[in-house]
């Protein structure tokens, strides 16, 4: 799991913490009189969207700038009274969202290559699934675009078409609208182009052998028999 941005505070005297869970999130500081306080705050020099803070004079946590700015967190104020884990939960949360739209902006993406890239990432379950519904309901992620966009450039066959796309998380449902909005002869057509991208490999074989070969190119692309038997009969005519 991503490591919480908000790390251990430790205030005057070696006063005891409190924290929640196994996470190492702070949720308050007892220390007595001693009332730790944010000393400075400054943007980071790496990452200009984060804010660094510091309590009783030492580094103590940083947030995104949205967080600090939301929560206010200023020189002079009491740690005590800054709601850490919400802050810590909102700000993997927006850390999230940010690299989700990065993610979107470099190509079309469906819902499950978001949602594992952000777990790649070290995100938690329940901030990735946030991100990706938020950027799902803003339309800059839809698994039936991404399927019929997928269609106009492969040149796999049918069974490879819904391999790829079941393993980017696109439903049954989906592809099968999809598949079923396409030419005749789509498949037909691409398992050609499939052979022509291929003709170098094929010249130097012929007759029986080179069928053989050509069989087992369109049969490794996802084409079904029918397609593959259809091609290889025009093909062999044009040998001839």
Request: glycine share 6%.
């Amino acid at each position: 799991m991503r490591q919480p941005n908000i790390v251990k505070i430790r205030p005057k005297n070696k006063k005891t913490l409190k924290k929640s869970g196994n996470r190492g999130i702070i949720t308050s500081v007892r220390t007595g009189d001693d009332m730790p306080q944010i000393t400075k705050t400054e943007r980071q020099k790496h990452n200009r969207e984060r804010v660094s803070v510091f309590v009783d004079g030492e580094y103590a946590f940083s947030v995104l700038d949205e967080i600090a700015a939301v929560y206010k967190i200023e020189s002079g104020k009491d740690v005590n009274s800054l709601p850490l884990e919400e802050m810590q939960s909102e700000d993997e949360y927006l850390s999230a969202l940010k690299k989700a739209y990065s993610a979107v902006s470099s190509g079309a993406k469906t819902a499950k290559q978001i949602k594992d890239k952000l777990l790649r990432s070290g995100f938690s379950s329940s901030a990735v699934e946030r991100a990706t519904a938020r950027v799902e309901e803003n339309g800059y992620i839809d698994d039936a675009a991404y399927c019929e966009d997928f269609l106009r450039t492969t040149l796999l066959g049918k069974r490879g078409i819904e391999y790829k796309l079941r393993a980017r998380g696109v439903s049954n449902e989906i592809i099968s609208t999809a598949l079923e909005k396409l030419d005749e002869g789509f498949f037909y057509e691409n398992a050609k182009k499939v052979l022509d991208k291929n003709a170098r490999k094929l010249s130097v074989l012929a007759g029986r052998e080179k069928k053989a070969k050509a069989y087992r190119i369109l049969e490794q692309n996802g084409y079904e028999s029918d397609v593959i038997r259809d091609v290889l009969a025009d093909f062999g005519d044009d040998e001839e």
